[in-house]
Structure formats: C-alpha cells, structure tokens
C-alpha cells in the first residue's frame, strides 16, 4: 500500500505519543520512535510494519474533531451505498449536518439521532463522534462533565471498520482508501478521493 504523509497541515505538530494518551488510545504495535514523533513520522512508522488498523486509529485521535466526525461519515456512506440522500439514516443526516455547521443546534439534533437510533444502525457513531466533539457531555451543567477521552476517536473508528467489515473481499484496498481519505481530509481537501479516481 502506498501512502503520502507530506503537508497534513490540519494536523497538529504536538507528539503523537501525546495526543494517543491523551485519547487514552493504545496502539497494538509498539512504537519503537522518539518520543517526540509527530504524526507523520508515526504513521510512515505504522505504514511500514504494516499495522494499517493502528494507522486508522492515529488518523481519528491526530484528526481535528470535526474532520474526523466527515470521516465517519464518508465511511457510513461507503457502507449505504447508492442510497438517495432523502431515505439516508436521521444520525448520518444529524452528523453531517453538524459538520457543515457546528452549531449547538445541530449538536442537539445529533444527540437526538443518537438517543433514537434504530438498534442496527451503524451510523449512530456519527452522530455520536458529532455530539462527543466538544468534549463535554452537553449543554448547561452537562457542559462542566468532560466527555469521555476516547468517545470521538472510538466512534471514528468503529464507523471506519464497520466500513472495512463491509468490503470484506477487498479488505487490503478498502484499508488503503480509507487510510488516504483520511491523510486527504489531513491535507485540507473532503475526503472524496474514490470520486477523484473515478473521474
């Protein structure tokens, strides 16, 4: 798999190290670098041993909140296929809209979505990713309550290898492509890289 790690200018220069403890993010290969690597360094590591679920899990801690819930949400739309945008699941709708506009609003409408998800709707981890991303647990006192380190980052993820789980008989090029959606949304583009190649 051949990926770029070069101009992630939407990710910070802070040690990558930190920001998965931060997170309370463990990796399952031991990173044998500095322990001031930045992300890239990290993820040309990852790359190189082949630990490309791990890289999937730098991507959603290193990720700007909001660039990683339109991940979450690419990847539920990689799971619903040609589905009209008229019957698209309410958390995806809720999820996305909240990313267009971030508003308390639209958090609250994709605390709803969440709050009343169907049982078997995967994309209730976009809507949860949305309302978890300002790093409280909601409005008025709620606002005093952190959220959980891990609640964005782990909503990421599982919407990103539901979307995995689902490609099953490409697994190898469906990692790769979600991988390089990510390191494109880090570039500052949307993430649509399938469409870009289709073209």
């Known amino acids: ?3 770029s790690f070069d101009n992630l200018k939407k990710i910070s220069g802070e040690p990558a190290a930190r920001m998965l403890a931060a997170c309370n993010v463990k990796l399952e290969t031991p990173l044998t ?3 001031n690597a930045q992300v890239p360094q990290t993820l040309q590591f990852l790359a190189e041993q082949q630990a490309h679920f791990d890289m999937l899990h ?4 290193a990720l700007p909140k909001r660039e990683a819930v339109w991940w979450a949400c690419l990847a539920a739309r ?3 296929g040609d589905v009209p945008d008229a019957k698209l699941p309410t958390p995806l709708v809720a999820a996305e809209r909240w990313v267009f506009k971030p508003t308390p609003e639209n958090r609250a409408r994709a605390r709803m979505a969440m709050e009343h998800a169907e049982i078997d709707d995967d994309t209730v981890y976009c809507a949860m990713a949305a ?3 300002e790093g409280n647990m909601g409005d008025g006192d709620m606002a005093e309550i952190p959220a959980p380190p891990s609640a964005v980052s782990g909503a990421v993820v599982c919407m990103n290898m539901i979307s ?3 490609h099953a008989e490409q ?3 469906h990692v790769a492509r979600i991988v390089n959606r990510a390191l494109d949304i880090a570039r500052g583009g949307n993430g649509q890289i399938a ?4 073209a």
């Open 1 to 3: 798999m051949d990926f």
């Open 33 to 35: 670098l500095p322990a």
């Open 58 to 61: 730098m991507l959603a801690v």
């Open 78 to 80: 990689d799971v619903l």
């Open 131 to 133: 309302f978890y991303a």
């Open 164 to 166: 995995v789980a689902a």
């Open 171 to 173: 697994m190898n090029e």
């Open 195 to 198: 469409e870009k190649e289709d």
